[in-house]
């Protein structure tokens, strides 16, 4: 079956910390994968994206995502986080056909 | 318009009522999307359009729900007799093409419906 799964429901980091938020999925073979963010009371932005290639791709607003095979994941990483950052993020996927399968979402919340 | 429109951004009606929300995707994009937002969950997809014709209706919930699209444009989702767990935000988006394609998909601010 194709599934994708976001382990972490919530995650508090600090001002200037690191970032890892995960995304795992299911699949007999490799999707497409993207991020989305969702700030409050605002619609879904697309942070990066990635579809073959070199693995580890680039996005706005500082954010980087590796994918791995061996691993079926594709996580989101970030080096200093800003309180800007706070915001539900969805890892999503396509699996060859004309929409895009989301995870649960990961809320992030920035502590000063 | 510059981006997806979405409305009404705010509906709260009761329970047996029918509701209409619509959105206005972008300019020239070709597919559109519907898709369900409940508090705790992820995006759950319901239909996708691409033009006037639905090649993917399979994530609406029940035949109380039903969606159109026309001119290539402007779609409207029908809910029929509400119930209480219809509430949620209800998300529009639309791609050039489709997802399969470019696979960016641009989200309006969304409709949230509360069912009383």
């Known amino acids: 079956a194709q599934s994708v799964t976001q382990p972490d429901i919530h995650i508090t980091v600090s001002e200037g910390a690191s970032l890892e938020l995960r995304c795992n999925y299911s699949y007999g073979a490799t999707p497409y994968l993207f991020w989305y963010v969702q700030s409050p009371g605002q619609g879904l932005q697309l942070l990066l994206k990635?579809?073959?290639?070199?693995?580890l791709v680039q996005g706005i607003k500082g954010f980087e995502a590796e994918f791995k095979r061996s691993q079926s994941s594709f996580n989101l990483r970030k080096p200093s986080v800003h309180w800007s950052d706070a915001a539900e993020y969805f890892c999503a996927l396509n699996f060859g056909n004309e929409k895009l399968t989301f995870g649960t979402g990961t809320r992030l919340t920035i502590i000063p | 318009g510059a981006g997806v429109s979405q409305s009404p951004s705010n509906k709260v009606t009761e329970k047996g009522k029918d509701v209409e929300l619509r959105c206005d995707p972008i300019s020239g994009h070709t597919a559109l999307y519907w898709y369900r937002q409940s508090l705790g969950q992820g995006l759950e997809f319901l239909i996708y359009?691409?033009?006037?014709?639905?090649?993917?209706k399979s994530g609406l919930p029940s035949d109380r729900f039903s969606a159109e699209r026309t001119g290539g444009s402007v779609s409207t989702l029908t809910i029929q007799r509400t119930q209480q767990e219809d509430s949620a935000v209800y998300l529009c988006a639309s791609c050039p093409a489709g997802a399969r394609g470019t696979g960016e998909l641009f989200f309006g601010e969304g409709s949230r419906l509360t069912v009383l």
């Open positions: 359009f691409q033009g006037n014709s639905a090649p993917d």
């Open positions: 990635y579809f073959s290639g070199d693995t």
